[in-house]
């Protein structure tokens, strides 16, 4: 340790081994010696474990956030003639609920500042899927980000390095020292990153199921319990819904595939939940911003007028996209065929995004690259029956060698029961926390 700092970073680790509370200051210096580079990796390493396992209280969360805002730049967007809402999922498979919705809220008469990711593991990134139509650009500068907020109203993009760059660090290392499913490190990364956005309201949806980091419903109420305490705290009118992430949402994982199902969504047809959760969730950022301008708007009109659509094109066109050019399509396809005659009763979400990520969608590192064609589009889900040798999935990939990893990670992803079943009811909105 240098004579200069404040702490010793094997005081603070002990202090959370033991089950102990961490000073504010302490909190202070660990995040920012970490972010200096004086706190080691494996010192951090070993604090996110001690916090994993030992947890934290709610008012050392909102010191470590604080912490971790304080750690980079804040957004500022009150020079905007309209109210700011953005939504955050903690990520699943197939949801690609962010495309239609920032238009359809933006049609609304809010603005909708998306700073996204790209994918890493079995659940897709935005970027990654909008960077399948030809010549859009992630990368904006704020001025470019508070123009197209302004004079569209929504706006997806790259979250500049500025932002919370303690985060970034630590979110790298917990990626690869098994200490991600941390209910208060889950939550100070995203609502660190959130708040220093600048985001007047905000919208969780927290998945649960197979496909999410959340397997059951308990462990993401209390994420969004956490998140939305977080948020309120800050300033930010926050709420959380819970969605269901057993099986993937829609009828594609994979990034060009995603945007021909959002497109047709925006159009007015699309499959039915990720119409439901679109609109549920449009709704819940109306309230969330509390604009009086907007009293009596209802998105699901919007989206049937073409008023969403009109804002997808011009989102699209700002950021140098062309709307009408065909998406990129995989070279080679396979099919899944059912198994038996009967009903689909399970089709499992996790199974489908490591194959749609085995095919080429998504990435092992985070220097890959993507195929903006490689994915898997359902045929079937859960409820429908089924006849035996019928497709129920297509496999597409620039890279056949690649069928067999995924047809392996697909093994088990299908359940036909005997005509007449039903699989469990399951809405998509679970839960709603405020
Ligand atoms: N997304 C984030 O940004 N951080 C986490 O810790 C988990 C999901």
Not at 66 to 71: E, K, L, N, T
Request: hydrophobic share 45%; proline share 5%.
């Amino acid at each position: 340790m240098s004579g200069a700092e404040a702490f010793d970073a094997v005081d603070v680790i002990r202090t959370k081994r033991d089950g102990g509370r961490l000073a504010d200051a302490q909190i202070d210096w660990v995040i920012d010696a970490y972010t200096r580079g004086v706190v080691a990796e494996e010192q951090m390493a070993a604090l996110a474990m001690a916090i994993l396992l030992n947890g934290m209280e709610r008012a050392e969360i909102a010191r470590w956030t604080s912490a971790m805002i304080a750690s980079g730049e804040r957004m500022d967007f009150s020079s905007l003639s309209r109210p700011t809402v953005d939504k955050h999922s903690t990520g699943g498979v197939g949801d690609k609920i962010t495309l239609p919705l920032a238009p359809l809220v933006a049609a609304c008469g809010l603005a909708v500042p998306q700073l996204s990711g790209r994918g890493l593991g079995h659940t897709g990134g935005t970027l990654d899927k909008l960077e399948s139509i030809s010549g859009w650009r992630a990368a904006l500068s704020n001025e470019e980000m508070l123009r197209q907020l302004d004079e569209v109203g929504a706006v997806i993009c790259q979250a500049g390095s500025g932002l919370a760059p303690a985060d970034r660090k630590l979110y790298a290392l917990r990626d690869v020292t098994g200490t991600v499913e941390a209910i208060p490190l889950i939550a100070s990364s995203i609502m660190s990153k959130k708040i220093a956005e600048g985001t007047g309201a905000l919208v969780l949806d927290v998945k649960v199921g197979t496909g999410a980091f959340m397997k059951d419903i308990d462990a993401a109420r209390e994420l969004a319990r956490t998140m939305v305490e977080l948020g309120t705290d800050a300033g930010v009118r926050t709420r959380a819904l819970l969605t269901d992430m057993s099986t993937p949402l829609g009828l594609t994982a994979g990034n060009a595939l995603e945007v021909r199902e959002s497109v047709e969504v925006l159009a007015g047809g699309g499959p039915p939940d990720v119409v439901e959760l679109t609109v549920a969730l449009a709704r819940e950022m109306l309230e969330a911003a509390q604009a009086p301008g907007t009293a009596g708007v209802d998105p699901a009109e919007l989206l049937a007028s073409g008023a969403a659509m009109d804002a997808w094109r011009a989102m699209i066109a700002a950021q140098g996209g062309d709307p009408d050019a065909a998406l990129p399509v995989a070279r080679h396809t396979e099919q899944v065929l059912a198994p038996a005659d009967g009903v689909l009763v399970g089709l499992d979400a996790l199974a489908v995004g490591i194959a749609a990520w085995r095919l080429g969608a998504g990435r092992a590192r985070k220097e890959d690259a993507v195929q903006a064609g490689a994915g898997v589009e359902l045929h079937a889900k859960p409820g429908a029956e089924v006849r035996a040798g019928e497709p129920l999935m297509t496999l597409h990939t620039d890279t056949p060698e690649r069928f067999e990893r995924a047809m392996a990670a697909l093994a088990d992803a299908v359940v036909v029961a005997p005509a007449g079943s039903r699989p469990p009811e399951r809405p998509i909105v679970l839960d709603r926390v405020t």
